[in-house]
């Protein structure tokens, strides 16, 4: 049949016209460059936060336990409320931005103890700037949040001497040391009064440690050179396409004509 795929002739055309293959791959990476052309750079801005965890204070922890301080750490500074406080700040600076997209152009990122927040933008100024608002911002949230972390662990120290008071005064157990309050009444007031203050504390540390500490070791310096830029990968694409479609072409290519041997 003349329409029958016969593979030996296949093979002897690719072998007589293989001078077109390198052709079109270098056609096609030409056409990928130009294509390239249309792409803007992007640039990617970094901040980098180190978390440090007193030991002294916490005792052994368990990798679970490190994990979820971590992740503590992490949840707040890409949380809705930071980067609604970043938005904020970027409009009064001329830098308008929605949440939907920061969160498009952004990304956080964690280290063994670090956490690093990215922005990619086709304007390495703009990335830059927007990274640094957002660095500044969860900073201070975070500086805020372990001093009350820090308030609450001193009153809730306080509560438990407030209970070994109570136990003193109503048991009259003489192994508990004394302290001021010499009448119950006085003590569960006092109990009751320094327990809604620490537990307003606690909510404004946010979930944080009072043994941890973050700190806003980098911020961002504009980048230089683009992180998506991809010039080869369309040239390489390019050619590779070029090259199958030759090979296309070529199968198809006048299929009922008989090569002659040599």
Not at 10 to 18: G, I, M, N, P
Not at 88 to 99: F, G, M, P, R, Y
Not at 191 to 207: H, L, T
Request: net charge neutral.
């Amino acid at each position: 049949m003349n329409n029958s795929f016969i593979p030996k002739q296949l093979f002897q055309r690719f072998l007589r016209y293989w001078f077109y293959l390198p052709i079109a791959a270098v056609l096609g990476g030409v056409v990928g460059l130009i294509l390239h052309g249309f792409i803007p750079p992007i640039f990617e801005a970094q901040a980098k936060f180190l978390i440090t965890i007193d030991y002294t204070r916490t005792g052994y922890l368990s990798d679970i336990q490190e994990d979820q301080a971590m992740r503590g750490v992490g949840s707040l500074i890409g949380s809705d409320f930071i980067l609604q406080k970043t938005i904020d700040h970027a409009n009064q600076v001329n830098e308008v931005i929605t949440l939907a997209e920061i969160k498009e152009k952004s990304k956080l990122e964690r280290g063994e103890f670090e956490w690093y927040i990215r922005i990619r933008d086709e304007n390495p100024v703009r990335a830059s700037k927007l990274v640094n608002l957002w660095a500044d911002q969860a900073i201070q949230v975070l500086d805020e949040a372990s001093l009350h972390a820090l308030k609450a662990e001193v009153l809730f120290n306080y509560l438990d001497s407030m209970e070994l008071c109570l136990q003193r005064v109503t048991l009259g157990v003489d192994c508990i040391p004394s302290c001021e309050f010499k009448d119950s009444n006085q003590i569960l007031g006092e109990i009751k009064k320094v327990g809604q203050e620490a537990y307003q504390e606690k909510e404004a540390s946010r979930g944080l440690m009072p043994a941890l500490s973050v700190d806003l070791v980098q911020r961002s310096a504009p980048p230089t050179k683009p992180v998506v830029f991809a010039k080869n990968t369309f040239v390489l694409a390019g050619a590779i396409i070029g090259w199958i479609l030759m090979l296309v072409l070529l199968s198809i290519l006048n299929p009922n004509r008989r090569l002659r041997k040599k």
